[in-house]
């Protein structure tokens, strides 16, 4: 990228960097939200969730799609790696005494490459266990598809997968705290007049996706335990 | 009255107080620095932070000791040349102060107090506390000027300015370049201060002539000198002497991005500062 007669290259540089992964974090929440109203569809019915699951893999543009989220992810992930390990090398001799204000810097913020390490680890099993997991089928109206709701409830009679799933969705709700809103501040959105309101609605996004998620688990072990 | 330490204290605010001070001793840059320990007695409330360390020198100098090393110059609080991470704060615990404006009377008799020097890769330690902010200069020399000539004092509005712009821009201005940001920053970022500079020059007409040009200038000279990148913590603007505000740094986020994908002339496009 050539600027004003200038080469710099924009993608190298610490903002620009912040900047596409925030782009690609923003895209990811997006998913998220699709991902959570989708899940609703099991509250309706075993039918109802598992024509849903079947109407989205039986799309020919699936695995472009699949592609276009994987890339998000990874490009999310790599720009991660890079500036935390730039961040660290840029203070070499650590403090032997460092506090926070308590201003500033919050548990959500300090935290964000754990929680996002836990979501990664969470991210692989979760994949292995339902995209890639035991396949059931079933048939409705005389089609026959996989049956990802009764996958669903055997999975998460085991308690043990549902500990897991709650814990990494408190992960989830945090690294999102903080996530979301920097968003904002990241293109260059931070006005008094408005990111006081700003700030509260990503949190509350946070919670709402965090709460939403733990609460499938939750429901799922419940339903099989009836 | 005496506290759990034993130290008399009349508790009428003069009492005079020992404290107990960590010091970061260092020889040199490539030398390895170690934390030592040191007591100085009869401190008055009323003296500021480094006139206690002056007094605690002057002990040391008559024991044939080395005095410690660190940065000062106004000691009113305007020079940004006084440093120190304090009890785990750059510039200490008074919020929107700089070290050499904090008073003893923020300690009580018998405290310990840790005094760092501000840590970062670009900012070196010379000796002790006494740290080489040259960095930020740099980053200054890279584009934080303005080369149109303004001439004399103009006619007073004879080029309008919008208050608000006006105010942003000396809320900005009243950077005193002291690094506190970087040291408190966990990714040792520059990006407050940078920020501080792009919003006060470029807020300005005159300014903002070259406003893309310093912003890109500015920020690759940042990311040369081996700052860290920012991640919105806001501990920046927490410890800031002078009350410098985020909003600065989402200014320097978005004509960052904006001089990235613009090209100079692009048809009076107006740079939209604020
Ligand atoms: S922004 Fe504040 S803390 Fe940073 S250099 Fe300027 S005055 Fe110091
Ligand atoms: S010595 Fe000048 S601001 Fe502290």
Known sequence: MECCGLKFNYFTSSIGKKQIMTVSAFLLISFSIVHMIGNILMYVGPKYFNLYAYTLTANPLLPLAELVLASFFVVHILLAIILVVENYLARPQKYYMKVNTGKGASFASATMPWTGAIMLVFLIFHLLHFRFGTIYTTSYDGKEMRDLYRLMIEFFAQPAYLVWYVATMIAFAFHLGHGIQSIFQTVGINYSKYTPCINKLCLLLSLVLSVMFSAYPIWSYVKGLQ | MSNM????????????????????????????????????????????????????????????????????????????????????????????????????????????????????KAFPVIRDLMVDRVALDEIITSGGYISANTGAAPEANSIPVRQENAELSMDAAACVGCGACVAACNNASAMLFVGAKVSHLGLLPQGEIEGRERVYNMVKKMDELGFGNCTNEAECEAVCPKGIKLSNIARLNRQFALSSFLKKDDGGLKQEWN
């Open chain 2, 5 to 120: 330490n034993g130290h008399e204290h009349n508790g009428n605010g003069n009492g005079e107080m020992t404290l107990f001070l960590k010091i970061w001793r260092q020889k040199c840059c490539s030398e390895k620095g170690k934390m030592c320990e040191y007591t100085v007695k009869g401190i008055s409330p009323d003296i500021s932070f480094l006139e206690m360390l002056d007094i605690l020198n002057q002990d040391l100098i008559k024991r044939g000791e080395e005095p410690v090393v660190f940065d000062h110059d106004c000691r009113e609080g305007i020079c940004g040349a006084c440093s120190l991470v304090i009890n785990g704060i750059p510039h200490g615990p008074e919020v929107l102060t700089t070290t050499c404006q904090l008073h003893m009377r923020k300690f009580k008799d018998g405290d310990t107090i840790v005094i760092e020097p501000f840590r970062a």
